[in-house]
Structure formats: C-alpha cells, structure tokens
C-alpha cells in the first residue's frame, strides 16, 4: 500500500499514470470527489489488484466467489460499491484480491443511528466486527427511552455477520452528558437494577448481541462505585450468555505546560467487560478549542499506560471519521464547530485553491480558508494517514481493534487501508455470508 500526497501540478490523469493504474479505479477506491481539481496534501491510496474477474454472462457473486475460493463478503470489501447494486454485468471488473500482506486479525466496532442511511449501512456492514446502535439514553430512575426503531438495522447487521451491540447511556438528546442522571444510578443500587433488567430486557426481546455502557466523568472519586456497578451488570449479562463492553473517555489534562492524562486504575473497570473503546475520539467537542487536540505523542503514552494494566486484547482504540470546520476568531464555549465529511473537507480546499497542511504530532491534516463573508475558518479532519498511523498503532500494542465515531457516512479511504492491511474479525454463527 502507498499512500500518494498530492504535489503542486500533479493530476489525477499523473499519478495514476505513474503508479501505472487506471484512472477509474483510483477515483472509485478512495471515493475521490474533486478528480478534476485535486488539493495539494491530498491523499490518494494505491493498492494494486492481485486477481480481476470480468464478468461473464450468467455470473453471480456467489459463483465468482466459489471459482475463486473466496466469500461474497470479501467480494463486497473489495468492491464496496457492489452493496448499491441489485445486479452485476458482464464486461466489467471486479477485485478478487489486493496484493497485500496482511498478518494481523483485528476487530472493528462503528457508532451508529437508527436513522442511517441503508446504503451507506449495507456499503460499511462488510468491514464491520460490531455495531453499537445509539438509540437507548437512561433516566435517574432507571428506566429506558429510546428514540427510533432499531428493529431492520439489527437484523441487517446479523445479515452481514455484524454483532449488534446496545448502547445504554445518560447522554441527552442534544449530545451532551447528562451527570445529574449518572449520579444517581451509580449512587442507588434500586436504579442500577432496575436499569440493568431493564437494559437486558430489551437485548433479549430485539435480538443484540450485548451491551454497549458509555461511562462518561471517571474519576478516583467514583472509579470503586463504578467498579461495584459493571460488577453487577456483568454476572447478571455474562450469566444470559450475552458480552457487555464500556466505552471511557480517559481525562486529559490542557492546562499544564505538558499536556497529560490521569492515570487512572481502570483495570477496576475492565476485569468485568469484554472489551473497554478508549472512546476519546480526538477528544474533541464542537465547542472545544479548535484543535485536532491532542498529538501521538499522549496517544502512545495512554496505550503504553493501558496495557500495563488490562489486556491488551481487550481494548479498542477510538477514532473519529469526521472533521470538524471552526470559524476564527475562537470564543471558547460559544464559537462552535460544524461537523464535515473528510471529503467536504478535501472539496473546500480544492474549491478555494488553498493547500492541505499536516501536523505530524497529531497525525491530522489541516488548512485556513476564508469564506465569502470574509470570516477565516479552520479545518481539521482525517485523511489516509490518519488512518493508517492509528492502524497502525492498533497493531503495535495488539489492541482488540478500532472503533468509529461514526459510520453515518461512507469513508471509501478508510475501509480501503483497513480492508487491504488487515484481516477484518467476523463473529460465527451470526450470518451465513462468510
């Protein structure tokens, strides 16, 4: 795999010229949506195919996948724009496989809306390990409201060998946690029951594979409360044959010279759950300083704090698939964010003219562009590298895997890198594509 920065002069019609690959292909495999004006600091992925099929009359996806030994789900990796499609014609190309080196088996885990859009759902399903649905926020009494029916994103999850996970959380409406609801179900055991039944009620009645719990605020204060809490969760979900994973947001601190995290004894949490998603997701808000937030550097050091005290096997490492576009100057607290596709943001910067920066420490592209109001706006968002390094660094410390804050939009580039660099972690029994 080569992942191409665009250079001043360079063309689409160039760099697939020089990689000696077709033009189509390129465009089709990184989702490219300015072909004909690529921004400067572009990324543009090559993986070269190992086998093509043409498609002959009377082919189907499961005869190409039985001629070539393969499952229809790798055909629907490989050619993730065949989930739009009802049928396939004779004369075009489909990848059989990429020439990769692929060793490490990793497991994926994305956030998702009942209200997603199914085609971008069924394109994304092929990549997916689990599948942590958003639709249940808890009350101080321990009850469960949800928002929207989950019931045909379940079912196409199992469909496509995806484990659907139930996420249970006290997060408002608005996005925002809601701590008055969390401390009083983590200080009254009555509430944690009724909430646990509650919870596992549903996962029996539509069918998911366990419980995703989203604490928010760990602190030394509560971490013991916390720990008693997922203690009673976990006997009574592990007891009904169900897994039961947390997502934590690790504490950083911006206000000393040095930027850190608390090291907090998390392995009190994590003895309970089957997996624990550091969901930091760049630990960014709309309303935070207008940053990619923190550099590799805290990445790395977080890791090598983790793993030193729960099994590596059991964490997932949290990214955002999303920019985030601030207006300038920065109001902390009242100047927001507008959250922007990764391919929005490339459009910007190649409508405006203005080249892509990339700040290594933090592993993110960027850019400044003013608006036609005259008002100066910064960018930061992902882009293949991004990807890759936090690939990379889920292979490294042997993570369980990654986990995406969101998947509401397709993001051809990163399923790319993540397809043809590792072997992606299906569950058995769930569906009968493999």
């Known amino acids: 795999m080569i992942i191409h920065v665009v250079q001043a002069g360079e063309t689409i019609y160039s760099i697939a010229e020089y990689y000696e690959t077709s033009v189509d292909r390129l465009i089709l495999e990184n989702g490219i949506t300015n072909p004909d004006n690529l921004a400067i600091g572009q990324t543009i992925v090559i993986v070269q195919p190992e086998t093509l099929h043409t498609v002959k009359p009377g082919d189907t996806l499961v005869s190409i996948a039985e001629q070539y030994g393969v499952s229809t789900m790798d055909l629907l990796r490989n050619n993730p724009y065949l989930s739009d499609r009802e049928f396939i014609y004779p004369g075009e190309t489909i990848v059989i496989s990429y020439q990769t080196n692929r060793t490490q088996t990793i497991a994926t885990s994305g956030y998702a809306f009942p209200y997603i859009d199914k085609s971008v759902l069924m394109k994304t399903l092929p990549y997916l390990s689990y599948l942590t649905i958003f639709n249940y926020r808890a009350t101080s009494e321990g009850e469960i409201i949800t928002n929207d029916d989950d019931t045909e994103i379940i079912q196409l999850a199992k469909a496509y060998g995806v484990a659907p996970m139930m996420l249970v959380s006290a997060i408002t409406e608005e996005g925002i946690a809601n701590s008055e609801v969390s401390y009083n179900i983590l200080n009254n055991p009555s509430v944690q029951d009724r909430l646990i039944r509650n919870a596992l009620e549903i996962v029996k009645t539509k069918g998911y594979y366990g419980i995703n719990v989203y ?122 964010a507008i959250i922007i596709s990764n391919n929005n943001a490339v459009q910007i910067a190649a409508t405006n003219n203005i080249p892509i920066h990339f700040n290594e420490a933090a592993q993110s592209p960027y850019f400044y562009y003013t608006d036609n109001n005259g008002t100066l706006h910064i960018i930061w968002f992902k882009d293949a590298r991004s990807f890759d390094a936090h690939a990379r660094l889920a292979a490294e410390y042997n993570l369980q895997g990654l986990s995406f804050w969101t998947i509401m939009r397709f993001d051809a580039q990163l399923w790319l890198i993540i397809n043809t660099q590792y072997y992606i972690e299906k569950l058995e029994g769930i569906s009968n594509h493999e």
């Open 215 to 336: 604490i928010s605020n760990i602190t030394y204060d509560n971490i013991n409360i916390l720990a008693e809490y997922l203690k009673r969760a976990s006997e009574i979900f592990h007891s009904e044959g169900y897994r039961i994973v947390i997502s934590i947001t690790p504490i950083i601190n911006y206000n000393a010279p040095i930027v850190y995290f608390e090291k907090i004894d998390y392995s009190k949490l994590s003895q309970y759950a089957d997996g624990i998603i550091l969901a930091s997701y760049d630990w960014a808000r709309m309303y935070s300083y207008p940053i990619s937030i923190y550099s590799f550097n805290v990445l790395t050091e977080l890791l090598d704090y983790m793993v030193t005290i729960m099994p590596s096997e059991k964490i997932f490492l949290g990214l955002t698939t999303q920019g985030y576009d601030w207006t300038l100057p920065h109001v902390p607290g009242a100047t927001g």
